[in-house]
């Protein structure tokens, strides 16, 4: 059995991207809005989005660049597998 230790310090070490649709991203902004209140929506949305870390390809999120002498495990699902909860 590892120490507890273990996962702990690997956790920092791991990094999550998404590729695929989920880059597509669509704002939505009120059209009665003023435009201070729309660009304060629009800039929370994309913020958001940008957490989400979608890139449209493998290329797009760097991830060659990344994982130069790392190990790479690539976990592939169709979208439609994976559902708000």
Do not use: F
């Amino acid at each position: 059995m590892h120490s507890p230790a273990v996962p702990r310090a690997l956790v920092p070490a791991m990094q999550v991207v998404n590729v695929g649709g989920c880059a597509n991203a669509t704002i939505n902004l009120d059209v009665n809005a003023t435009p201070a209140q729309s660009a304060a929506e629009l800039s929370r949305q994309v913020m958001a989005h940008k957490g989400y870390s979608c890139h449209l390809s493998a290329d797009a999120a760097g991830i060659a660049e990344h994982t130069v002498g790392a190990d790479v495990i690539p976990i592939h699902y169709q979208a439609s597998d994976w559902t708000s909860q």
